[in-house]
């Protein structure tokens, strides 16, 4: 008498749907848009990553390797360099907010750091290289010129002293231009008081700028259209002494001429208390 059959083929079925069944959740697991699960990494392998993502030129990537080490190996020596790098690595790719963050953040967790004069330079820079033509709003050059001025204050032997005192020198012909430019706009439309408080402005605060001279026979051209005929010639006289050789004061003297005037100092000028 043979032994019943067994249902082993049929266990073997069941097995086997089982098997296809947690495959199939295992791929959808693998498909879904779950980020992947965490994997610590040398610190080494991240920062040497990080450098090599710098030398092809992909910033965003080399940004995102200097945060790994820091955020992996928090206390590692490692850590305030790759904060330094990551934002050297935004101001790269013209991520000018990530970068003055990350100086920021920086300068605020290591003030005593030998690269904390690196770190304001770059934080400078990061707002110098935002400034615009002189018709649109000039916050940046302010904030430009606020970071410089912090950096020769902070470090003024440091090597970055220098560079940075001569973008302030432009950043200041940058603000000065501005105020030219609106204060021209105003005389175009006879607003010559409005003009006057311009130019008035970049005389008092920028005198170092290229942009004197012409805010000097302005002010000439606005005097004499209101009728202000004494301080016309005081403003001329003015112009012909710090500046004889330049087009401004040419066109000055002849504007005065024109009109059977000469430049003359006052005493009881404005502008002769300035110069």
């Not at 990350?102 to 330079?121: N, Q, T």
């Not at 000055?252 to 005037?261: D, I, K, M, R, V």
Request: glycine content about 6%; hydrophobic content about 40%; some cysteine.
């Amino acid at each position: 008498m043979s032994e019943p059959k067994s249902n082993h083929r049929g266990l073997g079925r069941l097995g086997a749907v089982a098997a296809a069944a947690l495959i199939g959740l295992a791929l959808t697991a693998c498909s879904s848009d779950d980020p992947p699960a965490y994997v610590e990494k040398p610190v080494e392998e991240l920062y040497n990553g990080a450098l090599d993502a710098m030398q092809v030129g992909d910033y965003e990537e080399a940004a995102r390797l200097f945060d790994e080490v820091e955020r992996q190996h928090p206390y590692s020596e490692w850590a305030s360099k790759a904060q330094l790098m990551a934002a050297y690595a935004f101001y790269q790719e013209n991520a000018y907010d990530e970068a003055i963050n990350a100086l920021d953040r920086f300068i605020e967790l290591h003030p005593g750091s030998p690269d904390v004069a690196y770190a304001y330079y770059l934080k400078a820079i990061s707002y110098y290289e935002q400034i615009s033509d002189v018709r649109r709003d000039q916050k940046a050059t302010s904030e430009a010129l606020n970071a410089l001025e912090e950096v020769v204050r902070r470090f003024p032997e440091s090597k970055y002293s220098r560079d940075s005192q001569l973008k302030i020198d432009l950043a200041l012909d940058h603000l000065a231009g501005k105020h030219m430019d609106i204060g021209r706009f105003y005389q175009s439309r006879s607003e010559y008081l409005a003009a006057i408080n311009r130019f008035r402005t970049v005389i008092e605060r920028y005198q170092t700028t290229t942009h004197v001279p012409e805010a000097l026979h302005r002010l000439v051209e606005c005097y004499l259209a209101m009728g202000i005929v004494d301080e016309a010639k005081a403003t001329a006289a003015v112009l012909g002494h710090n500046f004889p050789g330049s087009e401004w004061y040419i066109d000055s003297y002849a504007l005065l001429t024109g009109e059977n005037l000469y430049p003359e100092e006052s005493d009881s000028s404005w502008i002769s208390g300035i110069f």
